[in-house]
C-alpha cells in the first residue's frame, strides 16, 4: 500500500560524538478501502540517546573534530587554527575545547581559571638582605647584635637577642659569640684569631630560621620562582611554603621543583592543587 509519513523532532549534542533526540511521527496509509488497514493513521513519539561509533573525524589532526571546527568557522585542513584564541581572551581554542567542562571559545567571558595560564618564567635565588656584622657584651652581660640592610635600602639595627629587627620582617634569635685560630695569610708561620660568631635569624612570615655567620653577605635563603600571567604580563614573586594570590583567588605554594622549573600550588578554598610548568 501507498503510504505518506511526516515528522518532526530535534537533537541536542551531548559531548563531542553523542546526541539526545526526540521526534513525533505520523504514518498515513493509503489504497482499497477493502484491504486490511486501509486509510489507517499511526502516530508515534520516539525518545533515545545516539552514541557515536569511534573518534570523531579530524582532518588535520589538531585535536579539534571536523564537525566542532566547522561549527566554529575554523578550516578542518588547517592544524594551526586550533592554537588560534576567537574571543581573545588569552585561551587557545584547543584549550578552551579541552577544558573540564569545555567553555566557549567564541565567548570572551567563557574561559577556563585564569589560573591555568601561569608559567614560570624563572628560578632564583632568594638572598637574606642582611648581614650579621657585629657583636658587642653589654654591661649587663647581654649581647647587642649588629645587622646591616642591603636591599631594598642600606641602614644598621642595633638589636638584642630575641628581639625584632624593626621592621625588615626579620627576628634575631640566639648569638654564638666564637673565635677560631688559623694563618695570616700576610705572615706565613703566624696564627691570628679569626671572629667565627654566628646568630639565627627567624623570617616572621613563615617562622623559617636561618643561621648567619658574621660578615656573611648575600645568603640564599630560598629557591625563588618568577611566576608571570602572560594574559596582563603581570609577575609574583613567590617562595614555597609561602602563598600567590591571582586576582581573587589564593593558593599556597606547596614545591618549587629546581629540576623541572616548576611550582606546585593549591587553592586555599577548594584543595585543588595545580602544577605549573615552565614558560615556554
Same mark, same amino acid.
Not at 9 to 13: I, L, M
Not at 60 to 79: A, F, S, W, Y
Not at 151 to 156: D, H, S
Given at each position: 500500500r501507498p503510504m505518506a509519513s511526516l515528522g518532526i523532532? +530535534?537533537?541536542?549534542?551531548v559531548g563531542v560524538n553523542d546526541a539526545f533526540r526526540w521526534e513525533v511521527r505520523a504514518d498515513q496509509s493509503f489504497g482499497n478501502s477493502s484491504l486490511p488497514n486501509a486509510g489507517l493513521t499511526n502516530i508515534q513519539a520516539l525518545l533515545g540517546y545516539s552514541w557515536g561509533i569511534g573518534a570523531p573525524a579530524d582532518s588535520?589532526?589538531?585535536?579539534?573534530?571536523?564537525?566542532?571546527? =566547522?561549527?566554529?568557522?575554523?578550516?578542518? +585542513?588547517?592544524?594551526a587554527d586550533a592554537k588560534g584564541d576567537l574571543d581573545s581572551d588569552g585561551f587557545s581554542n584547543i584549550e578552551e575545547l579541552s577544558a573540564k567542562p569545555p567553555t566557549d571559545p567564541k565567548d570572551p567571558k567563557s574561559h577556563p581559571a585564569v589560573v591555568n595560564l601561569l608559567r614560570v618564567k624563572e628560578l632564583r635565588g632568594k638572598r637574606m638582605p642582611l648581614v650579621f656584622s657585629a657583636v658587642n657584651k653589654m654591661?649587663?652581660?647581654k649581647y647587642q647584635i649588629v645587622f646591616n640592610q642591603i636591599?631594598?635600602?642600606? %641602614?644598621?639595627y642595633w638589636? %638584642?637577642?630575641?628581639?625584632? =629587627?624593626?621592621?625588615?620582617g626579620f627576628?634575631?634569635?640566639?648569638?654564638?659569640?666564637?673565635?677560631?685560630?688559623?694563618?695570616?695569610?700576610?705572615?706565613?708561620? =703566624?696564627?691570628?684569631?679569626?671572629?667565627?660568631?654566628?646568630?639565627? #635569624?627567624?623570617?616572621?612570615?613563615?617562622?623559617?630560621?636561618?643561621?648567619?655567620?658574621i660578615n656573611e653577605s648575600g645568603k640564599v635563603t630560598d629557591v625563588e620562582a618568577v611566576i608571570v600571567l602572560p594574559l596582563d604580563n603581570a609577575e609574583y614573586? #613567590? #617562595?614555597?611554603?609561602?602563598?600567590?594570590?591571582? %586576582?581573587?583567588?589564593?593558593?599556597?605554594?606547596?614545591? #618549587?621543583?629546581?629540576?623541572?622549573?616548576?611550582?606546585t600550588i593549591e587553592n586555599e578554598a577548594s584543595g585543588q592543587q595545580k602544577v605549573i610548568p615552565k614558560l615556554d
Open positions: 523532532g +530535534q537533537a541536542w549534542k588535520d589532526g589538531d585535536g579539534v573534530p571536523d564537525r566542532v571546527e =566547522i561549527e566554529l568557522g575554523l578550516n578542518p +585542513q588547517d592544524p654591661p649587663d652581660g636591599e631594598p635600602t642600606r %641602614r644598621t638589636v %638584642r637577642e630575641n628581639e625584632k =629587627i624593626d621592621e625588615t627576628m634575631a634569635g640566639t648569638v654564638t659569640v666564637k673565635s677560631v685560630e688559623r694563618e695570616n695569610p700576610n705572615m706565613p708561620g =703566624i696564627k691570628m684569631r679569626e671572629d667565627a660568631s654566628t646568630v639565627t #635569624v627567624k623570617r616572621l612570615s613563615d617562622n623559617k630560621e636561618v643561621t648567619l655567620k614573586s #613567590v #617562595v614555597e611554603g609561602g602563598t600567590l594570590k591571582v %586576582r581573587e583567588e589564593t593558593f599556597r605554594v606547596l614545591t #618549587v621543583d629546581s629540576g623541572k622549573t616548576s611550582v
